[in-house]
């Protein structure tokens, strides 16, 4: 059978980033064609401006070479220019006479300079700043000419300006506005940088309109005059007035356009078979002209090529960062504030410092980082996420800095540091390598730096280092975490859809979710069947059948591996209380197991280290304790202190608490691991500050603090309630736990549901809401009901052949 | 056929393998990993990790795939080879499936494609 055929149009980002998205997910689907206007694949626009600058090489800038297209048999025609869409007989054809039939058709033909309609614009030495073709010409003229004049001041004159100066030229830029880059840097953010640019011999002429471009008597350019009757002398004139979609070939074929060519969510246009994406379309009224937005659709438009029918563009939030060696720019969102919003602004013009952030309804809608741009990846965060910024408001303007990583020399600022600084501790992955693999393999995302540079893949903690090294390397191009990021590669769906799909479908089985979801693989993989599996459980409890292959193995095995492959056991110690008795079994144990290490744990509890597999179930027989489920995303230990039993300062048997507390949890499974502690004092000897759920005794009574974390990122617990009773803390911290798992995304912790959805939220639902908060509680003993001691379950000879290897092979047996 | 026929040595019984899991069969050259996939095929790989020498036995089979529980590489089940960006192989053996019973062979020099044509015979 003929499969179908899709024929693209355009050569550039937008239209082969589709493709990629395309191959990723269904590679056999169709014929390929592509058409390019100009004579070389695929390349990075975006990296124009270094190799003006002589930062780069051409070479260096090619995203897919011509291997590429052969290795997916797209066939590729280049330098052949579309002139025409048949949508009745669906065919195009190229000026030469080439055609090419489709079933599917993919419009991507960019945008085009706005040239400006004045005496001389067609005159040699006029040209744009658009393609390699426009940059190899000013790179020539710079080598033989002295003056160059760029029209426009916004983000691609500055940079051509920079470019054309760097390679010699003496260069004045021409600007309609006050201020450069008005729309993305307020005015004085622009003032700054006009200083700093001229400090670098850069020429301007703000407030000038161009009225004419004068020749030299032999059809080349001589000056360029003004309005108000100035001239300046030029050899080269470059127009960075602004870009205009490319819509006369849509038009001509008589598809719908509005300033770009109209498509709805889906990136489909009027004519259902045919798609555009890029800088050619209009989404809900906008034209992007930055590459962020450009993946965002790529990604949509082709997984409705892929027929999955799934996922929509809703339009993007744009940052904007000037790629200028040396200048720090950043703005995202609603930088110049007005009616309803709110600024906080730091200003130091001696340093070269200017921040502005603006407010609307506790929420940060705009950014302006002018000098210093460390922050600017966790803001334009903040500002996708829309999240509620209560506490975090006073010290927002000080950066995500303010608080501490750990495992990264105490770096915060990659712009600070050397190529040779090591960036992630846990891999060993130096700035430098993280550098190289974006520039020469072509990296855009978080997700792609970690998977080729292992950078930032183990613990996480460097994940911002790696994102501030992304945007200064990439500058506009970066693509920030999208608000909903996809579970994993099986699916284009959110944590959040996920969540909500299992809950309205009534899901119970991984086979029902993947049918239901049109997962795109056959059976998940393991980041996503664990979170269904969690999912379904904590949603559906007592219906959700638990699936073993669905967990990690310290999960599935009840013992946490190591990286020799055996296993560690920590048996259940309540509140760090032990006897005579228990000691006496784990010493036996030690012996009789051979076991190399005996270790107290930060969770006061006794580790036996290095169990073979095949002795876990003997082990725990002869222990003759409960897991204390130190392996699991599940509740882990209440740590305590000696309370008022012992203590000359203790006001409340802490201890008792915490060994209630952990009574009540015990076997509760979790988005992550929840720990506790029950402190007697405000000594907090417990430390219940870095806990997820921390109780302090005081004399009234008992305070509750939620969404500590002693980890990755030293987080402190906030005050949540304080209360009278031990009914009373047992009740406000199930039912906190139990909004927790009902609501967090797998493998966030406390601090993390905390931070998207907001304390105030959590006071809401736990605290102000009485039946609220006994309602969870109870779905929390409901679901907590009837759940066993999976060592006990194992004793007994639950699962027995997972710990039991095969028989040794005896007998050869003959082939049929 | 220039090969020789592979000697199959019986191990087990296709139920013995739990679906999407794998068991672990001890030989003194190493552990074997026998996992078995949703669609009841048997693969066999010696059971270490080319990373870092992680049991692949305990992993998660996804697909024709494994995932190293250590650090998560992700191996292909048909080859042994570790999916890209990765790189590295663990060591394969073929595996024949004859009425239920699984059938192994430690004849390092048998191609995939003559296991095939062998099972299709």
């Not at chain 1, 000056?223 to 960075?240: H, I, K």
Request: charged content about 25%; proline content about 4%; aromatic content about 6%.
């Amino acid at each position: 059978m003929r499969k179908p055929r899709l024929v693209v149009i355009g050569n550039g980002m937008a239209g082969i980033r589709t493709l990629e998205e395309l191959l990723e997910i269904a590679p056999h689907q169709y014929d390929i064609t592509v058409f390019g206007a100009e004579p070389h694949p695929n390349y990075n626009r975006i990296l124009l401006s270094p190799v003006l600058a002589g930062e780069q090489a051409f070479a260096d800038i090619v995203l897919n070479p011509l291997d590429w297209y052969a290795q997916h048999d797209i066939t590729l025609h280049l330098g052949k220019e579309v002139t025409q869409i048949d949508r009745t007989r669906r065919v195009v054809r190229c000026a030469d006479g080439t055609e090419a039939p489709y079933d599917r058709l993919l419009i991507a033909t960019g945008s085009s300079p706005f040239i400006l309609p004045v005496p001389g614009k067609d005159l040699n030495g006029v040209i744009s700043y658009r393609d390699i073709r426009d940059t190899e010409i000013m790179i020539e003229t710079a080598r033989v000419k002295r003056h160059a004049v760029v029209i426009g001041g916004g983000l691609l004159g500055l940079e051509a300006a920079n470019g054309l100066k760097l390679r010699g030229m003496e260069v004045t830029v021409v600007h309609l506005a006050d201020t450069l880059l008005e729309r993305q840097l307020d005015s004085t953010a622009g003032k700054l940088l006009q200083k700093s640019l001229e400090a670098r011999g850069l020429a301007f002429r703000l407030s000038h309109q161009t009225s004419a471009i004068l020749d030299d008597g032999h059809g080349s350019v001589r000056a360029v005059r003004f309005s108000n009757g100035d001239e300046v002398a030029a050899d080269l004139v470059v127009m960075a007035a602004g870009i205009r979609p490319n819509t006369t070939l849509a038009e001509a074929a008589g598809l719908y356009c509005s300033r770009g060519i109209v498509v709805s969510d889906t990136l489909q246009t009027y004519d259902p078979r045919i798609y555009a994406v890029g800088e050619c379309v209009s989404h809900r009224g906008v034209a992007y002209g930055l590459v962020a937005p450009l993946f965002e659709q790529a990604k949509v438009c082709a997984n409705h090529l892929a027929l999955m029918g799934i996922g929509s563009y809703r339009g993007s939030v744009l940052s904007t960062k000037l790629k200028v060696t040396g200048i720090d720019l950043f703005s995202a969102g609603d930088f110049l504030g007005g009616e309803g919003t709110e600024e906080i602004v730091l200003s130091d013009p001696a340093s070269g410092v200017y921040k502005k952030l603006v407010i609307r309804d506790d929420k940060l809608v705009g950014a302006c980082l002018y000098g210093d741009t460390t922050d600017g990846a966790w803001y334009f965060k903040l500002l996708r996420e829309g999240r509620a910024l209560g506490e975090l408001r006073e010290r927002i303007m000080f950066g995500e800095s303010s608080v501490g990583d750990a495992g990264t020399q105490g770096q915060n600022r990659a712009s600070s540091m050397a190529d040779t600084d090591e960036v992630c501790g846990c891999n060993g992955v130096c700035k430098g390598t993280i550098v190289r693999a974006i520039t020469e393999k072509g990296l855009f995302t978080l997700d792609e730096v970690k998977k080729h540079t292992k950078a930032a893949s183990s613990c996480g903690s460097c994940a911002g280092l790696c994102e501030q090294i992304l945007m200064s390397t990439l500058g506009s191009t970066y693509d920030a975490t999208p608000k909903e990021k996809a579970v994993c590669g099986c699916t284009d769906l959110s944590h959040a859809d996920v969540r909500r799909a299992v809950r309205e479908h009534h899901l119970t089985t991984h086979r029902a979710a993947f049918n239901v979801l049109g997962w795109r693989t056959p059976n998940g993989c393991a980041t996503c069947r664990p979170a269904l599996n969690y999912y379904m459980l904590s949603t559906w409890p007592k219906e959700a059948v638990d699936d073993p292959q669905s967990r990690f193995v310290n999960e599935r095995v009840h013992a946490n591996i190591q990286k020799d492959n055996t296993f560690s056991v920590i048996p259940q110690m309540k509140g760090g209380v032990t006897n005579a008795s228990e000691l006496r079994r784990i010493a036996d144990v030690a012996d009789k197991y051979h076991i190399p290490m005996v270790k107290v744990t930060g969770g006061q509890r006794i580790d036996l280290l290095g169990v073979k597999k095949e002795d876990l179930v003997s082990v725990w027989r002869d222990l003759g304790m409960p897991s204390g489920h130190a392996y699991g995303k599940s509740i882990r230990t209440v740590k305590t202190c000696v309370g008022s039993e012992f203590c000359r300062f203790g006001t409340q048997n802490s201890t008792q608490m915490g060994i209630d507390l952990e009574t009540m949890l015990a076997n509760m499974w979790s988005p992550h691991k929840v720990k506790l502690a029950v402190s007697g004092c405000p000594r907090n000897c417990a430390e219940g500050g870095i806990k997820d759920v921390g109780v302090i005794a005081v004399d009234s009574g008992w305070e509750l603090y939620v969404g500590g974390n002693g980890g990755i990122k030293t987080e402190v617990a906030q005050f949540l309630v304080k209360v009278k009773t031990a009914e009373e803390v047992k009740e406000y911290t199930g039912a906190f736990l139990q909004l927790y798992r009902e609501e967090a995304y797998y493998l966030d912790r406390t601090v993390h549901y905390i931070a998207r959805v907001g304390l105030d939220y959590v006071k809401q639902r736990v605290v102000n809401d009485a039946a609220n908060r006994r309602a969870l509680y109870e779905r929390l003993l409901f679901s907590l009901d009837g759940l066993t001691d999976p060592w006990q379950a194992r004793i007994d000879g639950a699962q027995a052949n997972e710990y039991r290897p095969l028989p040794a092979l005896g007998v050869a047996t003959e082939t049929a | 056929m220039t090969l020789s026929e592979p000697i199959w040595l019986h191990v087990c019984d296709v139920d013995a393998i739990p679906r999407l899991g794998s068991r672990v069969l001890p030989h003194a050259s190493g552990d074997i990993a026998l996992f078995r996939t949703e669609d009841d095929n048997v693969f066999a790989l010696r059971d270490k990790c080319p990373h870092k020498g992680g049991a692949l036995s305990q992993g998660i089979v996804h697909g024709e795939k494994v995932t190293c529980p250590l650090h998560g590489w992700n191996l292909e089940l048909t080859t042994g080879e570790a999916c890209a960006p990765d790189v590295g192989c663990a060591q394969r053996f073929a595996v024949r499936i004859d009425a239920g019973e699984v059938y192994l062979s430690l004849d390092e020099t048998v191609s995939g494609k003559v296991v095939e044509a062998t099972a299709a015979a």
